[in-house]
Structure formats: C-alpha cells, structure tokens
C-alpha cells in the first residue's frame, strides 16, 4: 500500500510485529473480553476467571473503589464489583488494569512524562463514555475502551518520533499543515494508524480498531463514525483540560464534522469536562499497588 513504508524500508505491519514492548494482552483478559459479550455468561463464571490473575483482581478493585467507581460501602471482592457495578463496568477496569504497564511510562518521543500518557488515556475514556451517555450512543462502555486505547500508536512510534520530532514540528510550521499529516510525512504513517494496526493484533472489534485509527479525523470512518466522533471529542476535550498535551497536544482543534453528528454544543462538552475533573482520582493511585 501506497505511502506505508516505514524508516529503513520497513513497513507498518513490521514495525508492530517487532515492538516488544508491547505484549499481547493477558489471557485472562481475553477471556473476561469474550465472556462479557456473551448473554449466557453467569456471575460465577467471570469471578472464576478474573480472580485467576491475583495482581489484576488487586488492580481492579483498587480501581473499583477509587473516587470515580466507589460508592458508599468499599468494594471487597470481584463478585461485588461485578453485583454493584456490573458486567461492562467490571470489562472497562480490567482492560485498563490490562494496559496500565504499558501506558505508565515516559514516551519522549511525544514528550509526555511517565503516567502522562496513563492519565491522558483515562480521562478521555471516562469523557467518552459520558459524552457516550450524554449522545445517547448505545454503547457508552465501547466508547470507554476506545478512548482507553486511541494513543497506543505512540508507543510504537515513541523511539522513530524522539529523533524525528524536530523535523515534524519543522514541517507543521513552515507548511501550515496539521501534526498527523507531517507525522505520517516525516515517520511514514502516524499514531492513529500505527495504534489500529495494535488493535488488530490484539483482534479487538472493527469498530474500536476504526475508531482508534480515526480519532484526528472522524470524517473518514465509514462503519461507526459516531464511535469515532465521541473517541474524537473526548481526546480533545482531555488535552483541554491540559492533560496528555505533550510536544503535539495543542495542534488537534475540535472536529466541526464530529460535533455536528453527535450534537454537541460548547456548552455539554464544557459541563461533560467539568463532570470529569470534579470525580477523576489521580490516575496513578487508582491503580498501583
């Protein structure tokens, strides 16, 4: 495909398939994604599995009784979270209890400090799943993981953007063109497209693999563009709030196309950050241990 070779002559698919750094996700993990799509599943079954793994199900429940989740009484064991919380609540922490180690490092490349990239991740899960609601799309927990994932692309991309950062932010001022288009010119592609390419790796839905390769320009996604669209507003909304802004963050205004289909005015994506800002816990004692 046209445009797809990397630095070196290396194509996209190469540069994923040889990132170690990013592992496929835990089993367990698979096993929780494949349970809580299926109707049949019982409370016991998805206990079983996810208590499998001790240092998620600590994760998850640190998560499950952060100031976000948590309610009056603490949560102390995965089958309450999944009684008082419910299936899809219970899916969200554990992809993101999954991903954390991952995101939880510095990516110079983008220059965003270690748990930048987390923090940011988060926040425009929880905005997209609002907006979610709020738009009245039907899956508000879809959107969560879509919003969760929609900048693994750089981590991929983290060590090629760390030599070639200059030359992107050269290009974007010099040519007046957005930070995407000059990354993809300087890189080879961006990481929008790169992040897709791990969602397919990790055979996550169409719709989330569209919408994480779409989220800078909503337009262009064909299956689910209001998917894309929230994943879109929640990730400028979150750099609004000045997180996960790093060397590119001010560069991605919002999409006249995306606010439009969900119709959204200033006003609810001003009340929707707000929302998020008063209940969003400090990313990183959610989760460690």
């Given at each position: 495909m046209?445009?797809?070779?990397?630095?070196?002559?290396?194509?996209?698919n190469?540069?994923?398939?040889?990132?170690?750094?990013?592992?496929?996700?835990?089993?367990?993990?698979?096993?929780?994604?494949?349970?809580?799509?299926?109707?049949?599943?019982t409370?016991?079954?998805?206990?079983?599995?996810?208590?499998?793994?001790?240092?998620?199900?600590?994760?998850?429940?640190?998560?499950?009784?952060?100031?976000?989740?948590?309610?009056?009484?603490?949560?102390?064991?995965?089958?309450?979270?999944?009684?008082?919380?419910?299936?899809?609540?219970?899916?969200?922490?554990?992809?993101?209890?999954?991903?954390?180690?991952?995101?939880?490092?510095?990516?110079?490349?983008?220059f965003?400090?270690?748990?930048?990239?987390?923090?940011?991740?988060?926040?425009?899960?929880?905005?997209?799943?609002?907006?979610?609601?709020?738009?009245?799309?039907?899956?508000?927990?879809?959107?969560?993981?879509?919003?969760?994932?929609?900048?693994?692309?750089?981590?991929?991309?983290?060590?090629?953007?760390?030599?070639?950062?200059?030359?992107?932010?050269?290009?974007?001022?010099?040519?007046?063109?957005?930070?995407?288009?000059?990354?993809?010119?300087?890189?080879?592609?961006?990481?929008?497209?790169?992040?897709?390419?791990?969602?397919?790796?990790?055979?996550?839905?169409?719709?989330?693999?569209?919408?994480?390769?779409?989220h800078?320009?909503?337009?262009?996604?064909k299956?689910?563009?209001?998917?894309?669209?929230?994943?879109?507003?929640?990730?400028?909304?979150?750099?609004?709030?000045?997180?996960?802004?790093?060397?590119?963050?001010?560069?991605?205004?919002?999409?006249?196309?995306?606010?439009?289909?969900?119709?959204?005015?200033?006003?609810?994506?001003?009340?929707?950050i707000?929302?998020?800002?008063?209940?969003?816990?400090?990313?990183?004692?959610?989760?460690?241990?």
């Amino acid at each position: 495909m046209k445009g797809l070779i990397f630095v070196g002559g290396l194509s996209l698919n190469d540069v994923v398939q040889k990132v170690e750094e990013l592992p496929a996700l835990p089993h367990v993990t698979y096993r929780v994604l494949e349970l809580t799509s299926r109707p049949d599943t019982t409370l016991s079954q998805l206990t079983e599995v996810i208590t499998q793994d001790q240092v998620l199900t600590a994760k998850v429940l640190r998560m499950a009784n952060s100031v976000y989740y948590g309610y009056a009484r603490r949560i102390y064991g995965i089958t309450e979270a999944l009684l008082i919380l419910g299936f899809s609540t219970v899916r969200n922490l554990v992809m993101a209890a999954s991903v954390y180690n991952v995101m939880d490092r510095e990516i110079q490349g983008y220059f965003l400090p270690r748990g930048e990239l987390w923090k940011h991740s988060m926040s425009t899960a929880l905005i997209a799943r609002s907006l979610a609601q709020k738009t009245g799309y039907e899956l508000p927990d879809q959107a969560f993981v879509a919003g969760l994932l929609h900048d693994m692309g750089k981590i991929i991309l983290n060590t090629y953007m760390n030599e070639k950062f200059e030359d992107v932010i050269s290009k974007v001022t010099t040519e007046n063109i957005p930070f995407m288009a000059a990354e993809q010119e300087i890189l080879g592609f961006d990481h929008a497209l790169t992040g897709a390419r791990v969602a397919e790796k990790w055979n996550l839905p169409s719709e989330l693999v569209e919408a994480i390769a779409n989220h800078h320009t909503p337009s262009l996604a064909k299956h689910n563009p209001r998917l894309t669209s929230v994943v879109h507003v929640a990730d400028a909304a979150s750099m609004s709030m000045g997180i996960g802004l790093g060397g590119d963050g001010l560069l991605y205004p919002f999409d006249g196309f995306a606010t439009e289909l969900l119709g959204l005015t200033g006003k609810i994506i001003e009340e929707t950050i707000a929302e998020i800002a008063d209940s969003l816990v400090d990313s990183e004692t959610m989760i460690e241990n």
